[in-house]
């Protein structure tokens, strides 16, 4: 049955090796440490893990760099402990998708010494080269501020190089079509050792044309095909989660009209305006950016997130809906990066705020699609802002109020723990929020598994129940003879609603609370007449709690 598509209903949590935990007690996270993690993560609910890169790297951008794809870094471990990590985590039901890091390399990967010293090398075309500087070079950074052009001189090769990102991560030309089949030799070569999937690094990137003359690159979406049908073909349930920033109207062209290209993308549209909305309780451009990023294959599925590892990427709002994000989140210089977007993780960013936390996180789990979350959010973790750039939210993974979090028995661990002030390990730490059952652990743990017993909102349509209200959100989804129905009140203030569920007939004068004791009964006019509490967020089930007696196997 087509509803066994398993990342419709996933619930992925991102975390990095290098910050989880550290079994070998070198001030560096591990396989060992994370594979001993799993019973942790599979307590807490979550159905895939997404792994950032851990090949082996100079690690000039924590990572993103890689000089070996075939590799486990020696400082995570080995093949060895990768393979005993998948494996524990198959046992628990958990898939594994890792970070596919394709547009670019190291400048230390052996192919691109090998470019770069030998233009005969094989290897010189799996690069990007001009003789002269192109005329375009200082556009088209990623990193603006930090990285001053797109095209750098190599003294060994005489030639200039094309670089997207930083200058040590020369691009691969991946129109090349031994590029290509590299890049399906890479895949091929982790779904052997267990992964279900990759996170695709940079999608339009990779897709894009390449070279000296190219002013805009054009996108090239019969690769993404290409990289699918080898996927669906060594194992089917592989899927690419495609990182690509992009504007709606070319959403199907990466999902493919037929759904033959991605099976998931990040909504970075929603993204954006969810955290316009919660920063000025009007709700109307998330409504909007719903709407547009609302059709898609049957197949294919939106990853929603609310932080990941990089900034909070802004430059889809006007200029003076960023100001307004900017001055409610992130007002002061140090919070801000590459001109675009707010560094902070999520929690400092609402102010430590357990309401708005709780509005935020219901948010994510209601959207439609299926929710991406980042290790640490569930205990409300903070920064660091004293390190630099995208650093600051990267920091180790807080388990308890031992030395250094439970992290590493290690005195100095690579990257430090926060300490002391209101984030510090010693009071935020998993050990400490499992005791209390109201902790954010806890309710996390609470939300994730009620979220896996409401398919609704991964496979159903939703409609947005209009209202003249901005600050609150309205919607709802049907999926085979059942609805749910999900309130959100972005506002400070409680606010008084009147709404009909909109199913029809008397089915929809009953909705039941599934996080809580008050259900609603639609008054003599078909109503629902409700005071939702300032942040307060309400998921329902419209009728009665027969739904499963109720649900249909198809439709
Ligand atoms: C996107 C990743 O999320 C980011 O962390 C990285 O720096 C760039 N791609 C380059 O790989
Ligand atoms: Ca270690």
Redesign the pocket.
């Known amino acids: 049955m087509i509803s066994d598509l398993w990342y419709k209903n996933a619930i992925i949590y991102c975390l990095s090796v290098g910050t989880y935990m550290d079994a070998n007690g070198d001030g560096i996270g591990d396989f060992r440490g994370l594979a001993r993690r799993l019973d942790y993560l599979h307590g807490l609910g979550i159905t895939a893990i997404w792994l950032m890169p851990f090949q082996t790297s100079p690690h000039r951008?924590?990572g993103?760099d890689v000089s070996d794809y075939y590799s486990v870094d020696p400082r995570y471990g080995t093949l060895g402990d990768f393979v005993d990590f998948t494996h524990g985590a198959k046992q628990r039901g958990i898939r594994v998708l890792i970070d596919l890091?394709v547009?670019?390399t190291s400048d230390q990967h052996p192919w691109f010494k090998e470019a770069r010293r030998d233009p005969d090398s094989k290897y010189r075309d799996w690069y990007v080269w001009s003789k002269k500087k192109p005329r375009h070079a200082n556009t088209g950074m990623?990193f603006p501020g930090v990285q001053k052009t797109t095209w750098s001189y190599d003294d060994q090769a005489r030639a200039f190089y094309f670089h997207r990102?930083y200058d040590f991560?020369p691009d691969l030309n991946t129109s090349h079509p031994e590029v290509q089949a590299e890049i399906l030799k890479i895949m091929g070569f982790w779904i052997q050792l267990g992964v279900s999937g990759f996170r695709m690094?940079?999608v339009p990137f990779v897709i894009g044309t390449k070279g000296a003359k190219v002013r805009k690159p054009k996108e090239q979406y019969d690769m993404l095909r290409y990289f699918r049908e080898f996927l669906q073909w060594r194992q089917g349930d592989c899927i690419v989660l495609a990182?690509a920033n992009v504007l709606p109207e070319t959403d199907m062209e990466y999902f493919g009209d037929d759904g033959d290209r991605m099976q998931m993308m990040f909504n970075f549209q929603v993204n954006q305006h969810l955290f316009y909305a919660l920063a000025t309780a009007d709700t109307r451009p998330l409504i909007k950016a719903m709407k547009a990023t609302k059709p898609r294959p049957a197949t294919a599925q939106w990853g929603q997130f609310l932080r990941?590892?990089?900034e909070l990427d802004l430059g889809r709002l006007t200029e003076e809906q960023r100001q307004r994000v900017f001055q409610a989140f992130g007002p002061e210089e140090s919070m801000q990066l590459y001109k675009r977007g707010i560094r902070r993780r999520l929690v400092p960013m609402l102010g430590g705020d357990r309401r708005r936390i709780e509005l935020a996180y219901s948010l994510l789990f209601t959207l439609p699609g299926t929710p991406v979350i980042r290790y640490g959010d569930e205990l409300g973790m903070g920064d660091d802002l004293s390190r630099e750039e995208?650093d600051c939210a990267r920091t180790p993974m807080q388990w308890s109020d031992e030395p250094h979090g439970g992290f590493t028995k290690h005195d100095k661990p690579v990257c430090p723990v926060i300490r002391a002030g209101p984030y510090g390990f010693e009071h935020v730490n998993a050990a400490i929020q499992r005791r209390y059952p109201d902790s954010l652990l806890n309710w996390t743990e609470r939300i994730i598994r009620m979220r896996k017993e409401v398919p609704e909102i991964g496979w159903g349509d939703f409609a947005v129940i209009p209202l003249r209200n901005p600050a609150i959100l309205v919607m709802r989804y049907d999926w085979r003879n059942n609805s749910v129905l999900l309130i959100h009140n972005l506002d400070a203030e409680p606010h008084e609603i009147s709404f009909a569920a909109g199913t029809g007939g008397e089915h929809g004068d009953v909705l039941v609370n599934l996080l809580g004791t008050e259900h609603s009964r639609a008054g003599h006019d078909g109503k629902h007449h409700l005071v939702i509490e300032g942040y307060g967020y309400r998921w329902y089930r419209v009728g009665g709690l027969d739904y499963l007696l109720r649900r249909t196997d198809i439709g």
């Open positions: 951008d924590d993103y890091v547009n670019h990623v990102f991560q690094d940079a990182e990941n590892h990089d995208r």
